[in-house]
């Protein structure tokens, strides 16, 4: 613990050595000199500026965003194939259970000729009332 504050109070004296250095050597100059020096310097970000900023940007707006967007489209493409696959499967799976409902034997089941046996009684018994 000792070292890591050592180490950091060293650091913040190193730090005020070289401002103060620099001060000292500004505070030493004429004023004209230090008006004119401060007109003729450039602003302190404008090497960052051209450097990194516009190259980024470059790569952003020309490299970066097609690419993102032709990603997007891909992926959206895919989305939308695999819900149209899920969508036709529970449609063969809505007619799977539609068909379990149909009589599939054309009225030849036990089932159904018993149903049919009565209804035919049903109406001789009305034609019988009437």
Do not use: C
Not at 70 to 94: G, M
């Amino acid at each position: 613990m000792k070292i890591l504050f050592f180490l950091s109070a060293f650091s913040a004296l190193g730090l005020i050595v070289i401002f103060f250095r620099r001060l000292s050597w500004v505070m030493a100059m004429p004023k004209s000199d230090f008006l004119y020096s401060l007109k003729e310097t450039r602003p302190f970000f404008s090497e960052f500026y051209a450097m990194l900023v516009v190259p980024s940007q470059r790569f952003y707006g020309n490299k970066f965003l097609p690419w993102f967007f032709k990603r997007a489209e891909k992926t959206v493409h895919w989305f939308r194939i695999h819900i149209l696959k899920i969508e036709h499967s529970l449609f063969d799976l809505k007619h799977y259970f539609r068909g379990k409902h149909e009589v599939r034997t054309g009225g030849n089941s036990p089932y159904w000729k018993g149903m049919n046996e009565y209804k035919e009684e049903l109406k001789e018994g009305d034609k019988n009332v009437k």
